[in-house]
């Protein structure tokens, strides 16, 4: 923990999610408390050899919890590098005047019930190469002492929402989709089910892409009713939160869609993220007067389609209220290097079950100045 010599540490923040689309950067002055200005950022996409490399890591558990990769940790750090880099000469920063680097790395494997949690990148070689200060590790420490080490966003969210009418729902559509509910000093958060990491490998067996663009493959199938409820009776559901989620752990369930056209496997399962979310609704105090969208699935029109008709209030992205829906994350990974360093919580016991607020995050010193006589 360090007092701060100046009111306002200026930190980048650096994650690529589950979905592993690209690594998003953004650069934020931050106290690490109560004030926040965004300064900008930009996504960055892995070369496609990396990507590629860390899908199949991803899809080998034991391979992911187990095996030394240091060659794919040092091409994931080299990467990160190169985005922040890349970020700071686009936004004409000069990266002396950058205070902390938020390094998330890149998770490919997460199993809160082992207390293990696994990203690659090696915080220590990334400040070596930046010569700026890197905090890495955010999770870990909440792992460790039985939180479920997700959703992290949560306390970002309630910084940047303190001046909006309440009770808010924030949702995150990445590979998961989480939820953020706040209301007053009440900061609820866990993980509601998949968003778009089915639909996004289903899209690439069947149609070679990504994504499914605008959700235009979702509108032209038809749901399956009986395999959404299949998919839905789950327990996940029930339990009651804080909770999370591995980006694979529905894959197995959702073969069942394998039996259908593939136009109804993107519907159906487009469906299904929406019914899962609106599941979250039991496990709030009182019913949202608003829903924020995040992530990559507020631009699915299908999806987003879904949500107004199931959630019950507005469903907006997070843009109508001003804040950038690409970079959040990434913000927030500013926002938590910052405080880190301070010493302050990173997640509490509403928003990952861990049983006291917990700080987290480990710091790696940039390298000294070399000096000549």
Same mark, same amino acid.
């Given at each position: 923990m360090v007092s701060m010599e100046k009111p306002l540490l200026r930190a980048v923040g650096a994650i690529?999610?589950?979905?592993?689309?690209?690594?998003?950067?953004?650069?934020?002055?931050?106290?690490?408390?109560?004030q926040v200005r965004p300064l900008g950022g930009r996504a960055y996409p892995y070369p496609a050899p990396l990507r590629e490399a860390l899908r199949a890591v991803i899809a080998d558990a034991a391979r992911a919890q187990h095996e030394p990769m240091p060659d794919l940790e040092a091409a994931v750090t080299a990467a990160f590098a190169a985005a922040i880099r890349a970020c700071l000469d686009e936004l004409e920063v000069d990266p002396t005047s950058v205070d902390l680097v938020g390094f998330h790395g890149q998770t490919v494997f997460h199993r809160p019930e082992q207390r293990f949690t696994r990203q690659l990148g090696d915080g220590q070689a990334l400040a070596q190469i930046l010569g700026i200060p890197v905090i890495y590790r955010f999770r870990h420490a909440d792992v460790a002492a039985g939180g479920q080490g997700a959703p992290f966003v949560p306390l970002y969210h309630a910084a940047l929402a303190a001046g909006l009418a309440q009770p808010l729902m924030v949702l995150n559509l990445g590979g998961v989709a989480n939820v953020t509910y706040l209301d007053g000093g009440t900061i609820i958060a866990f993980d509601t089910g998949p968003a778009s990491a089915l639909i996004d490998d289903a899209m690439q067996r069947h149609f070679g892409r990504d994504y499914d663009e605008n959700g235009e493959i979702a509108a032209s199938g038809a749901v399956n009713a009986s395999v959404l409820a299949t998919l839905l009776d789950n327990p996940f559901f029930a339990a009651q939160p804080p909770k999370s989620l591995d980006r694979n752990d529905f894959h197995r369930r959702a073969t069942i869609v394998e039996t259908l056209t593939?136009?109804?496997?993107?519907?159906?399962?487009?469906?299904?993220?929406?019914?899962?979310?609106?599941?979250?609704?039991?496990?709030?105090?009182k019913k949202p007067l608003r829903w924020l969208v995040t992530g990559g699935g507020r631009r699915n029109a299908a999806m987003m389609r879904g949500f107004a008709?199931?959630?019950?209030?507005?469903?907006?992205?997070v843009e109508t209220v001003g804040w950038n829906?690409?970079?959040?994350?990434?913000?927030?990974?500013?926002?938590?290097?910052?405080?880190?360093?301070?010493?302050? %919580?990173?997640?509490? +016991?509403? $928003? !990952?079950?861990?049983?006291?607020?917990?700080?987290?995050?480990?710091?790696? %010193?940039?390298?000294? +100045?070399? $000096? !000549?006589?």
């Open positions: 690529s999610g589950t979905s592993m689309d690209a690594i998003d950067v953004a650069l934020v002055e931050t106290d690490g408390k109560h593939p136009q109804d496997q993107i519907a159906t399962l487009t469906a299904f993220t929406v019914a899962a979310t609106a599941r979250a609704l039991d496990h709030v105090p008709a199931a959630l019950g209030a507005p469903v907006e992205p829906g690409d970079l959040l994350e990434a913000e927030c990974f500013g926002y938590l290097a910052a405080r880190s360093r301070l010493g302050l %919580p990173l997640s509490l +016991p509403t $928003t !990952t079950g861990v049983p006291a607020p917990m700080p987290g995050g480990e710091y790696c %010193p940039a390298p000294r +100045p070399v $000096t !000549t006589v």
